[in-house]
């Protein structure tokens, strides 16, 4: 199993620029979530989905786009970069609720200029 | 006030020394609470849920003290692969049982 896997590692934008990061699992996990890390601060949610086709905001949705139309794959995208969306992002996957253990990609370094 | 409060260090402690870190929580009604381990530059890693009544995985344990609302992470005979970032996680009931991180505390183990 590959697990939880990310693309792109790393990319920088330009403002006003729009991306898809790509997410996919192979541990059939019903659960996904996307969160971005930023120095100081805990991991904040964006989105999450509890199923195909299930999808809902988290702490921090504005910005960002999401679907699921797999269980594997689950592309957070960037409408309109902006430098405040400077930061890491981390996709995750898990059984079903948040409350099991959560499998996380290894991250997309995003730096928006 | 953050719902989540870890002390960011660094703690800098000896190989082979104890170390204990404390995560606040602020609301009562969490269910769940787990600690994981960030490595410099990696992603997220559960390192072991809190369970109610403590626990314990070789050299590590994790206390839970629903009266004061926090968590606590043990560290036995630290070795120097435990530096990391420890990841402290709340389960809140009354938000969609959605989890909350804490910033981490970091942990640097010195020869």
């Known amino acids: 199993n590959a697990g939880v896997t990310q693309t792109p590692k790393f990319q920088v934008l330009k403002t006003g620029q729009s991306m898809t990061l790509q997410c996919a699992q192979d541990?059939?996990?019903?659960?996904m979530s996307w969160y971005r890390q930023d120095p100081g601060m805990g991991l904040r949610l964006i989105h999450y989905?509890?199923?195909?086709?299930?999808?809902d905001q988290g702490e921090v949705p504005n910005g960002y786009n999401v679907s699921r139309s797999t269980t594997e794959d689950f592309p957070l995208r960037l409408l309109s970069a902006a430098p405040s969306q400077t930061s890491v992002y981390f996709c995750?996957?898990?059984?079903?609720?948040?409350?099991?253990?959560?499998?996380f990609g290894p991250g997309t370094r995003l730096l928006v200029l | 006030r953050k719902e989540v409060e870890q002390d960011p260090g660094p703690f800098n402690v000896p190989e082979g020394a104890t170390v204990a870190f404390n995560c606040t929580y602020s609301?009562?009604?969490?269910?769940?609470f787990f600690w994981y381990r960030q490595d410099c530059r990696k992603e997220p890693k559960l390192l072991m849920s809190?369970?109610?009544?403590?626990n314990e995985d070789g050299r590590f344990t994790a206390q839970l003290n629903r009266a004061s609302q926090y968590i606590s992470l043990l560290i036995r005979d630290s070795k120097l692969s435990d530096s990391a970032t420890y990841l402290c996680?709340?389960?809140?009931?009354?938000?969609?049982?959605?989890?909350?991180w804490g910033a981490g505390t970091k942990l640097i183990i010195k020869p």
């Open positions: 995750a996957s898990s059984y079903s609720s948040t409350g099991q253990t959560q499998y």
């Open positions: 541990m059939n996990h019903e659960y």
């Open positions: 989905s509890v199923g195909a086709g299930i999808t």
């Open positions: 609301n009562s009604a969490s269910q769940s």
């Open positions: 809190v369970y109610s009544s403590g």
């Open positions: 996680v709340v389960n809140m009931a009354d938000s969609n049982y959605q989890l909350i």
